[in-house]
Every structure is written in structure tokens, then in C-alpha cells.
């Protein structure tokens, strides 16, 4: 029967690809969509399909119930933009100045809305209930996703899979792996206060340069000596502002990061070890610190069954030299809010463009992917719900039987 879903997703391409283009020519940005959500809403609703907007702020949950009883299957894709000026030549180039879809979510909503489309058609077939999450502002800490589980997004829902494209993996290769599969996404932010003066008289200052460099030095230790060095995790200093005129010592020193972790304990370390390197440079040079440390989203862990399961498919639907397991990735996801409440999976679905030319890395001007993933993301989100709702059910029914007549 999936075969048959399948061919309907194939028959309804031509939709898909329409549906990504207008997202892209008309991006919004996180915790401002407007007429994004409205689009889903409406697009959901003339499939016939049970809607609730406004879920958690911004985003829109899809109700397929089943002609027959059994577990409830969550489908989650996200549809915010980035602040980045398009620069691109494609038809469909992004249409709002400064904005554009320069990570995928695009195509992730089109091709959920034509997963939606094809288990609209076949409702009757289902034993159990499908839930279509469509998630607002996943760029932007604290992330959609919080709001709409606290909404009820989740609630009723036995387990959920999400896919992300990649620009830089081959299309036709998917990956992922149980366990951590990326990381918790910290930031911070350090201001030195020292004391200002003139340059020609620094034994009369305490320069706020000098500590704040002294600073970020030490810091840069503690991934090499404080880490389990079996241990991922990135300390990356993006910002640094001090200063006004060359011949004054500044008085005041801000620099800016962000720290990446996969394990629980280590995100703990990072935070204390700053703490103490911040506190102790200051002291030993005269100054004060503020210091504050926001902790964003949490490393995204997949469940070992779901994720096994979601290998066996894909290898099924694929082939075996199609799947791939990932190395841990030190980028943030905010799917690991839904992964803290439910059983599921998330899985990067290979994007690469034809041409090596074209292809650039996510948040890139440039960036852009082969709509064709689209396709083989949404295949294999059909195969989940397939294998969840008729496989699982089926087999189920037949132990039952079984067990009777014994």
C-alpha cells in the first residue's frame, strides 16, 4: 500500500514545487509570520483537514483522523526565514528585501503540505490519527516549538519524526543516528568594566582591552584541558566592541558567543569553567565582569528505536549505500523540545544542487537546494506514517487473533 502513497506524492510534485516557490518568494521572518501560516491554514483546510491556527503564537496544527482506531503520529516542519539579503538568480528568488529562505524551510513545509495531501486522500485507510506540525520561528531562541507543545501540540501524539534538507549532502542520500544528533545551543555575553584614561598614561588605567583578550584567551582552553576530549563542544567568540578614539583606553570592554555541547554534563562544565576563568582574569587585572550566559535550545537526542526504524525504512526505500549515519553536528535544533516529550527521530534528507556551482551552505545569500528532496523526504515521512498506522496495527491485530484462538 505505501508504494501507492508514494506514486501519489510523485503525481502532486508539480504542487509541491509551486507551493516551495511562493514560500520562498514571500519569506517572513521568526515571530513575524503573518501570511505564511495563514497560506498552510488555508491550503490544509481545502484538503479537508482539521485545523487549529495561532497553536503556541504562530503556528498551525493539521488533524488527519483515521477511519479506524490506533496510535496518534506527529509529522513536524517549521517555516520561518533569516534576515539575508537574496542573492541568488532564480525566478523565484525571494521577493522581500533582506529576507529569505536561506535554510530549506520552504521546502519543508511544501512537502509536508503534499504529505498532508496524499493522507487526506487516503484517511479512510489509516488506523490511527496523524498530526501536522507546522512550527513558526525556529531560527530564533526560544524557538517556536516550546509555545506549541505548552499549546497542546503533542498532546495524544505516541511518536514524531522530522526531516531537515541539506544543502550540502548528495540528493538521494539521507542520514541520521540514534543518540545525540546535534547540539545545545548556548550564547553569552561578557562585559569587562575597567577604568578609562589616556593613552601615553596606561599605569593609570585598567584597560579594558587587554583584560577582555585575556579573557577570551583563557577561554579558548577549556574545550583543549577542562573537556573530555571524547567530548564534543565548541566555545566561539562572534562579536567585540570597545572603544572610541585610539588614543583613549577604553573603559569598557563587550564580546559575545556561543557554546555547543552534546552531552547534558559538559553544557554544566562550560558554564561553570567560564564562570570561574571570567572571575579570576578580572581579579588578577584589577576589573569587574558581568557575565551572562543564555542557555538556547538542548542537543537534539533521537530514540534508538525510532531511529533505528526509521534507518530500516529508508535503507528499504532507498537502498542500503543511500543511508548514511551521521557524525554528531554541533548546529542547534529546536526539535529537541518535541524529542524531551515523545518518542521519534529527525534525519537530514540530502538537497545537494545538480550543479557543484550552485551549491552553497545553509544561511548563504546563495543558498538554494534541489527541489527534487522534497520527494524522497516526503516518501519516507509517508513510509513512518504507513509503517506506524498499518504495519504495526496489522500485526497487532494478528497476535490478537492469535491469542483468541489459542
Known amino acids: ?91 523565484y528568488a525571494s521577493k522581500v528585501p533582506g529576507i529569505m529562505h536561506a535554510c530549506g524551510h520552504d521546502g519543508h513545509t511544501a512537502t509536508l503540505l503534499g504529505v498532508a495531501k496524499v493522507l487526506a486522500e487516503v484517511r479512510e485507510q489509516l488506523a490511527g490519527t496523524v498530526v501536522l506540525i507546522h512550527q513558526h520561528a525556529e531560527e530564533v531562541d526560544p524557538g517556536g516549538a516550546i509555545g506549541m507543545i505548552e499549546d497542546g501540540c503533542l498532546d495524544g501524539v505516541d511518536v514524531i519524526y522530522g526531516t531537515h534538507v541539506g544543502s550540502m549532502l548528495p540528493l538521494g542520500l ?37 583584560v577582555a583578550t585575556q579573557v577570551i584567551n583563557q577561554l579558548q582552553l577549556l574545550v583543549s584541558r577542562r573537556v573530555d576530549p571524547l567530548q564534543p563542544a565548541v566555545l566561539s567568540v562572534g562579536s567585540f566592541h570597545a572603544g572610541q578614539a585610539g588614543n583613549v583606553i577604553a573603559d569598557k570592554a563587550v564580546f559575545t558567543g556561543t557554546v555547543r555541547t552534546l552531552d547534558a554534563e559538559v553544557r554544566d562544565l562550560m558554564e561553570a569553567e567560564m564562570r570561574a576563568v571570567i572571575e579570576g582574569v578580572c581579579k588578577a587585572h584589577h576589573a569587574e565582569a558581568e557575565f551572562t550566559y543564555v542557555r538556547g535550545y538542548p542537543s537534539v537526542v533521537n530514540h534508538a528505536v525510532e531511529t533505528e526504524l526509521f534507518m530500516d525504512i529508508a535503507r528499504r ?77 496489522a500485526t497487532e491485530e494478528q497476535v490478537e487473533e492469535q491469542t483468541g484462538r489459542s
Open 174 to 210: 539521507v542520514s541520521s543516528r540514534k543518540g545525540a544528533l546535534m547540539a545545545a545551543a548556548d550564547g553569552f555575553e561578557v562585559t569587562i568594566h575597567g577604568k578609562g584614561g589616556h593613552g601615553a598614561s596606561p599605569h593609570e588605567t585598567v584597560d579594558s582591552i587587554i
Open 1 to 91: 500500500m505505501v508504494t501507492s502513497w508514494h506514486q501519489k506524492l510523485e503525481e502532486q510534485y508539480g504542487q509541491m514545487v509551486t507551493w516551495r516557490r511562493h514560500f520562498h518568494q514571500y519569506p517572513e521572518l521568526s515571530f513575524e509570520e503573518v501570511e505564511t501560516p495563514k497560506k498552510i491554514a488555508e491550503t490544509l483546510t481545502e484538503l479537508g483537514i482539521e485545523v487549529r491556527t495561532g497553536v503556541g503564537g504562530r503556528g498551525v496544527v493539521g488533524i488527519i483522523r483515521g477511519g479506524k482506531p490506533g496510535k496518534t503520529v506527529a509529522l513536524r516542519a517549521d517555516f520561518d526565514a533569516l534576515p539575508i539579503q537574496d542573492e541568488k538568480e532564480a525566478p
Open 317 to 393: 526505500d532507498l537502498g542500503a549505500d543511500k543511508v548514511l549515519e551521521s557524525p554528531p553536528m554541533m548546529g542547534g535544533e529546536d526539535f529537541a523540545y518535541y524529542l524531551q516529550h515523545v518518542p521519534g527521530a529527525f534525519f537530514f534528507t540530502g538537497a545537494g544542487m545538480e550543479d557543484p556551482a550552485a551549491n552553497f551552505p545553509h544561511h548563504h545569500p546563495k543558498f538554494d537546494f534541489d527541489e527534487r528532496a522534497m520527494l524522497i523526504a516526503g516518501k519516507l515521512l509517508l513510509s513512518l506514517v504507513h509503517h506506524t498506522l498499518q504495519e504495526e496495527q
